[in-house]
């Protein structure tokens, strides 16, 4: 039995994941899957990657991207959610901001530098022709942290999953004021070199029995109220979250690395690019 470390956010798209352990379609095939949540998100799981504290990550496409060009010695092997992820821009209940054009030079909370929430501030504030050079940060960590930063004041506005944050919005903490959707694919899996190299057939087994697991998942009798007592949202959010989301089992294309490059380049989170054979493997 081949022990695999393998990392991941608390959240709605990585059910498959759980579905494939709980039913023992990873022990069956010789693999001993170790799954850590990790709340904190992308940031955090990049540094797990450099610190051999995990073999593989389900990680957001920008964030690992940047992490790699940076010298993280990983590689993406697999696009794992197709579609955008739908990043809602959200205030404290309290707060006097009613507007996107209301943010501009006020203070953003992020989980971390080098997370989604960090990276897609960029991109929000490219999208409203903001100038990037006065984005100005508050560390929070997790999403309670953020809650007590909006609720504080300490922090502005704070960029997440519209869906996972929505039962804020329904509960009064937080209020949306705009969506911000990536504009490539959201969610990839990225594995450690020295991993890769040495399992290779193990990966390849693996990313076999999950891309079986999200190809049939929206055909599952009732996920959606499986997903809704999960990860405590409403049934018809949920229900909506399923119609814009597409898991996928194919490779990251170099036309679509190309284009995140670039935009990060643009919008100098990145100084340099890498290539293709850097970032890209395919298995």
């Known amino acids: 039995m081949k022990t695999v470390r393998i990392a991941g956010v608390p959240e709605h798209f990585n059910l498959p994941w759980h579905l494939s352990i709980e ?18 998100g992308t940031g955090k799981m990049c540094q797990m990657l ?23 010695p990983s590689t993406i092997v697999q696009v794992y959610v197709e579609s955008p992820l739908i990043w809602g821009i959200h205030v404290g209940a309290g707060s006097d901001y009613e507007t996107l054009a209301d943010l501009e030079n006020t203070k953003v909370a992020i989980s971390r530098y080098g997370s989604g929430s960090h990276l897609m501030t960029y991109v929000n504030a490219q999208n ?38 929505k039962p804020l919005v329904d509960k009064g903490v937080f209020r949306r004021i705009a969506d911000c959707p990536t504009p490539w694919p959201c969610f990839v899996i ?20 999950i891309n079986t697991t999200t190809a049939d998942f929206k055909n599952i009798p009732s ?31 170099e036309n679509v690395l190309n284009k995140i490059q670039n935009q990060l380049f643009d919008l100098k989170i990145i100084d340099k690019k890498g290539t293709f054979a850097e970032i890209v493997k395919a298995v």
Do not use: C
């Open 50 to 72: 450099r610190d051999n504290q995990t073999d593989i990550a389900v990680i957001l496409t920008e964030g690992i991207v940047k992490d790699i060009i940076g010298g993280n």
């Open 223 to 253: 996920i959606d109220k499986t997903l809704a007592s999960k990860y405590h949202q409403k049934t018809e959010d949920i229900q909506e979250w399923l119609s814009v989301t597409q898991w996928s089992q194919k490779p990251l294309q």
């Open 190 to 209: 990225a594995v450690r070199n020295e991993f890769l190299k040495e399992h290779f057939q193990t990966v390849a087994l693996l990313l076999e029995i």
């Open 23 to 40: 039913g023992g379609e990873f022990e069956k095939a010789g693999i001993n899957l170790q799954w850590t949540d990790v709340p904190e």
């Open 128 to 165: 409203q022709k903001w100038d990037t050079q006065k984005l100005q940060f508050e560390i929070v960590n997790t999403i309670d942290g953020a809650v007590e930063a909006l609720t504080k004041g300490t922090a502005d506005y704070f960029m997440w999953e519209r869906f996972m944050t």
